[in-house]
């Protein structure tokens, strides 16, 4: 927890024991640095005994709970956004965060079973494709502009720079080739081969069909 909000509006009247409790809450907050926020009428008795005790300051208080609410929300997303610039800067981290955006944008339930796969709204716009273990998926020099999601195996692929990371059931994977394709992206694919490290059966939408999906079904 890294914000406390302490609604006073409905608040009416408070004594010298709040106070002592008000005093306590913000020293416990503080020791495990989390930020609390107030909440009270400004102009009103609470307000005044709270300025007069100590405890806040006139620019401390937010005037209604929504208010409260908004500066916790817009701070949470701050801190998000600035951890997300200092953790992207890291290759793997970036590949892991891009592979769970893709992930959750599809929310796809896979599971290898006939069924499961046939009611995924993906599956009309992408064929299957079979490999054998050792097997491989594509090359530097196939030029592949497929895009790929592993419905049951296990896939490595190796970017540009030689590193190498393992794809599991429900990732997608050369997607920066589609784009490039597409003319979306800049620049050479950075997944330049795909092999196979176990059997292997994959979903695979080519570019006619994903210009298609576009068109038919925006909304996917």
């Known amino acids: 927890m890294k914000y406390f909000i302490l609604d ?14 008000f005093i306590k809450v913000k020293r416990l907050l503080k020791d495990n640095n989390i930020t609390l926020v ?8 609470i307000m005044n005994k709270l300025e007069r005790w100590g405890i806040v300051e006139v620019a401390d208080p937010f005037d209604s709970t929504d208010l409260a609410l908004s500066h916790v929300e817009d701070e949470c997303l701050n801190r998000a956004h600035k951890l997300c610039v200092k953790w992207l800067v890291n290759d793997t981290v970036r590949s892991i965060f891009e592979q769970q955006t893709m992930a959750s944008i599809f929310s796809l339930s896979v599971r290898s079973d006939d069924k499961s796969l046939a009611s995924t709204r993906l599956r009309p716009w992408m064929e ?3 490999y054998k273990a ?13 895009l790929y999601m592993l419905y049951d195996g296990e896939v490595q692929v190796e970017s540009e720079n030689g590193s190498h990371r393992a794809i599991f059931n429900g990732s997608f994977f050369n997607l920066d080739a589609l784009l490039i394709s597409l003319g979306s992206l800049p620049g050479p694919p950075t997944t330049v081969r795909a092999k196979a490290q176990k059997d292997v059966m994959v979903l695979k939408m080519t570019k006619r069909k994903f210009l298609q999906c576009m068109k038919e079904d925006g909304a996917l």
Do not use: C, M
Request: hydrophobic content about 30%.
């Open 128 to 130: 299957r494709a079979y």
């Open 134 to 146: 050792g097997e491989a998926i594509f090359t530097e020099s196939s030029h592949d502009d497929n």
């Open 8 to 21: 006073l509006q409905g608040v009416t009247g408070i004594d010298l024991t709040s106070r002592d409790v």
């Open 38 to 45: 107030w909440s009270i009428p400004f102009g009103g008795k």
